[in-house]
């Protein structure tokens, strides 16, 4: 049960961060926000180049060597900390380009994992971003009132620590009637 707990709570963490980030960046980059002209990029971009840009998780806590191995050039003695740096990962200029259309609809940043500890809420995880981020754009009419947004100071996740926004309620529906 306890471990159930943990996950749970590790994984909401993560969905919220997630949320907070891509808020941040479909409210103030040009591209998202329609500020240019020429094709303005979705949300599914957004949230990928969220996920490359600023995982939720850009640390992972140090796990140890159980062997001693070699990693690229780097000898591993059996026992040393090693820390996961996903958000380092990601912006490796050997795996990452600056070419924005070579980049739409790329998934391969290491914001999941991956084999056998891979997440394994990938898919649910994505949809439920996916429709919060959408229903909060839709519904709310956002709109960014301090565009300096500062980050959290944490070396484990990467979110907004504050999202200054101003907002429009949705109208009442006329389907749905007022409570007296």
Request: charge should be positive; glycine fraction near 4%; aromatic fraction near 6%.
């Amino acid at each position: 049960m306890h471990s159930m707990v943990v996950a749970i709570c590790a994984a909401n963490e993560m969905l919220v961060t997630w949320i907070a980030a891509t808020l941040r960046r479909m409210l103030t980059d040009p591209r998202y926000t329609g500020r240019v002209t020429g094709v303005r990029r979705g949300l599914d971009d957004a949230m990928d180049e969220t996920l490359w840009s600023e995982p939720p998780v850009a640390n992972l806590p140090a796990r140890y060597a159980v062997t001693d191995c070699t990693l690229g050039r780097v000898r591993i003695q059996a026992g040393d900390a090693i820390v996961m740096g996903l958000a380092a990962a990601n912006n490796d200029p050997r795996v990452r380009t600056t070419d924005d259309l070579f980049e739409a609809n790329n998934r391969s940043h290491l914001s999941f994992g991956v084999g056998p500890h891979a997440c394994p809420a990938r898919r649910p995880g994505r949809l439920v971003v996916k429709i919060a981020v959408e229903s909060l754009m839709e519904r709310l009419d956002l709109r960014l009132t301090d565009p300096e947004v500062t980050w959290a100071p944490s070396p484990w996740s990467r979110y907004p620590a504050v999202l200054p926004v101003e907002f429009t309620p949705e109208r009442q529906s006329a389907r749905t009637p007022a409570r007296v």
